[in-house]
C-alpha cells in the first residue's frame, strides 16, 4: 500500500525490531502530511518524510504502548507539530513509557502529553483530509483508530490483524471489551476497507469478519 490512489497517500513505515507499522500520510491536495504512530526510528521516519517533499503537519497515536510512541516526542520538537491521541484512558500507560521502552530494549523519546486526548466519534484534519477518531479499547483502555472515509482505510493500531487479534494479557487489557469493539465498531465499517493493522501486513474487514478465528460467533 505504497502510495495509495488519490485523494491520499499512504506510505507504511516498518520502524524498530518490532516491525512496528509507522503510516506517513500525504494530502495530494496541499502536499500536508500526518504520522500515525511514529514508533521509534526517528531517523528512519524523517528520511521518509522528506523524500516525499510534504509538510508534516501533525502526529496521530492510537494508543500508548512505547513500540508505537517512541519517535513520537523526538518528532514533535524537531517539526513543532501537535500531538493528537489515543483517549485518556491510556494517560498511565503514557506515563510508564520509561519502564515500557527499557522492557522492549527501545532507547528514543520522552514521556509527552497530547496536545488532544480523543473520546470517539470526534473527526481530525491535516490538509484537505478528514479522519474519524473510534474508540476501541480492549488491547488498551485508550486505544482508538483513525478512519479515512474517502480512501475506505482505518488505521487500527493493535486492535486487529490479519488473521489474529491484538493481545489483552498485557496491564489494561480485555479480551471481551477487545472483541465488542471490532464487531461494533470496527466491522460496521464495511467489508471494504482496508485496515493498517499496528505489525505485519494490511487486510480487510470483510476477510477477517469471515476468516479470522477470533471473530468466529462462539
Not at 53 to 75: F, M, N, P
Request: proline letters at 8%; one cysteine or more; a negative charge.
Amino acid at each position: 500500500m505504497t502510495p495509495t490512489p488519490t485523494p491520499m497517500n499512504i506510505h507504511i513505515i516498518p520502524v524498530t525490531p518490532l516491525q512496528e507499522n509507522c503510516s506517513l500520510l500525504v494530502c495530494q491536495e496541499t502536499n500536508r502530511a500526518a504520522l500515525v504512530d511514529p514508533g521509534g526510528d526517528s531517523d528512519v521516519i524523517r528520511a521518509a518524510l522528506e523524500d516525499t517533499g510534504a509538510r508534516l503537519e501533525k502526529i496521530l497515536v492510537t494508543h500508548a504502548h512505547a513500540d508505537h510512541i517512541g519517535a513520537v516526542s523526538v518528532l514533535r520538537d524537531l517539526y513543532q507539530v501537535p500531538v493528537e491521541g489515543p483517549n485518556r484512558g491510556d494517560a498511565a500507560l503514557l506515563s510508564l513509557f520509561p519502564e515500557q521502552k527499557a522492557r522492549l530494549g527501545l532507547d528514543e523519546g520522552e514521556v509527552f502529553t497530547p496536545d488532544r486526548w480523543f473520546d470517539g466519534g470526534e473527526t481530525t484534519t491535516f490538509g484537505a483530509q478528514t479522519l474519524s477518531v473510534l474508540y476501541v479499547p480492549g488491547h488498551t483502555p485508550g486505544h482508538v483508530a483513525y478512519f479515512h472515509s474517502s480512501s475506505r482505510v482505518a488505521f487500527v493500531g493493535d486492535v486487529l490483524f490479519a488473521g489474529s487479534i491484538g493481545r489483552t494479557d498485557l496491564p489494561g487489557g480485555d479480551f471481551r471489551t477487545l472483541i465488542a469493539s471490532i464487531r461494533d465498531t470496527l466491522l460496521p465499517l464495511g467489508d471494504d476497507v482496508v485496515f493498517v493493522p499496528g505489525h505485519g501486513p494490511e487486510s480487510t474487514l470483510g476477510r477477517e469478519r469471515l476468516g479470522n478465528p477470533f471473530l468466529r460467533e462462539r
